[in-house]
């Protein structure tokens, strides 16, 4: 599986390239142990989504990866109407960025969110912030 993601992201930045785009370098680190995610765990006073848990352990304790069409503030490509807004990416997540994560989202409940009755701030609710997004949102696994 972890090879399979990588040939993918490396075909992905390749392409990316050959457009005179701008990718990051791919960060594949190693695996979590059993400890790391234990420890994680019980900071966070919970436990990780099976899914996650079994991805952290299984292809990478952090990956990273970042993707851009535009060259100095150049586009480079004619995207589609549906996908003007798609212009750059980046993959981001870590179980040493966890805990940051989950605080900003727990900041956003605590300054904007607060009433979980309220079903548009439950959203925010009872998730597992795992990566953040350039525009400041949250990508998060509902628990």
């Known amino acids: 599986m972890k090879e399979k993601i990588l040939e993918r992201l490396t075909c992905f930045k390749d392409r990316v390239d050959e457009l005179g785009g701008y990718t990051s370098k791919i960060i594949c680190k190693e695996v979590a142990t ?13 436990e990780l989504p099976e899914d996650f848990r079994w991805a952290l352990m299984n292809i990478s ?3 990273e990866f970042f993707w851009s069409l535009y060259s100095e503030d150049k586009e480079l490509l004619a995207l589609p ?3 003007a807004g798609i212009f750059a990416g980046s993959l981001h ?13 727990k900041d956003w409940i605590d300054v904007c969110y607060p009433d979980y009755n309220n079903p548009y701030d439950k959203i925010f609710h009872n998730k597992l912030a795992f990566q953040d997004v350039e525009n400041g949102d949250l990508l998060a696994i509902d628990l």
């Open 34 to 46: 059993e400890k790391e995610i234990s420890n994680i765990e019980k900071e966070l006073g919970y």
């Open 61 to 63: 304790s952090h990956i």
């Open 81 to 83: 109407d549906e996908l």
């Open 93 to 105: 997540f870590g179980i040493d960025l966890i805990a940051i994560w989950e605080e900003s989202r």
